[in-house]
């Protein structure tokens, strides 16, 4: 079954320290990749978005994300967290084919990140 | 560029009713995408509409269901609504079925 796993269900950094939420994916194919970020009580925000070409990906608020094929991974890296960046991130996936999860996308549990000052 | 919007903000119904929560997709988008955030089980994919046809669907009871209009906004009832299905019900929007998703804020459901 198609799945997006986030190992970390909670983590804990102090602001200015480098940040790296873990993704990983299991497809059949690769899908199309995304980090979305959500504050308490509110919609979801996106970061960024991985289709094809670089594996290497930059996104808003200084966020970038890394592909890598061998390890079904897309991790989400911050050289230097904010206060502001406090909140829950979710990874998601969608096939980008047709089928029964055309449309759908897969969230990962979401990962809490708090910042201490 | 006016993001997705929903309404209302806030829902409480009690058990066995039914609700309905709306949603505006960004101009030009013509996929709607609905979700289920509930305490402890996650996102869940419920719809997807496009062109007003229904796409595909999550594994949700038929209790739960929808519409697109001609100009892409889109309904969601839920009927004979239980308390499990309090929750976060977010909207998202997109040009076409393989591109990103835009969310909305939400609308709350409470089911008392």
């Known amino acids: 079954a198609q799945s997006v796993t986030q190992p970390d269900i909670h983590i804990t950094v102090s602001e200015g320290a480098s940040l790296e939420l873990r993704c990983n994916y299991s497809?059949?194919?690769?899908?199309?990749l995304f980090w979305y970020v959500q504050s308490p009580g509110q919609g979801l925000q996106l970061l960024l978005k991985?289709?094809?070409?670089?594996?290497l990906v930059q996104g808003i608020k200084g966020f970038e994300a890394e592909f890598k094929r061998s390890q079904s991974s897309f991790n989400l890296r911050k050289p230097s967290v904010h206060w502001s960046d406090a909140a829950e991130y979710f990874c998601a996936a969608i096939i980008n084919a047709g089928g029964t999860s055309y449309g759908k996308l897969t969230f990962g549990q979401g990962t809490i990140l708090t910042v201490h000052p | 560029e006016a993001g997705v919007t929903q309404s209302p903000t806030h829902l409480i119904k009690p058990r066995g009713q039914q609700a309905t929560l709306r949603c505006s997709p960004i101009s030009g988008h013509t996929s709607v995408y609905w979700y289920q955030q509930a305490l402890g089980l996650g996102l869940q994919f419920l719809l997807w509409y496009d062109e007003g046809e229904e796409r595909n669907r999550g594994n949700f009871p038929p209790r739960f269901s929808g519409r697109q209009f001609p100009n892409y906004s889109s309904e969601l009832n839920v009927n004979a609504l239980e308390l499990e299905d309090s929750a976060l019900y977010l909207c998202?929007?997109?040009?076409?079925?393989?591109?990103?998703?835009?969310f909305g804020p939400g609308t709350r459901l409470t089911v008392t």
């Open positions: 991985y289709f094809s070409g670089d594996t």
């Open positions: 998202a929007s997109s040009w076409r079925g393989r591109d990103e998703q835009y």
């Open positions: 497809y059949g194919a690769t899908p199309y």
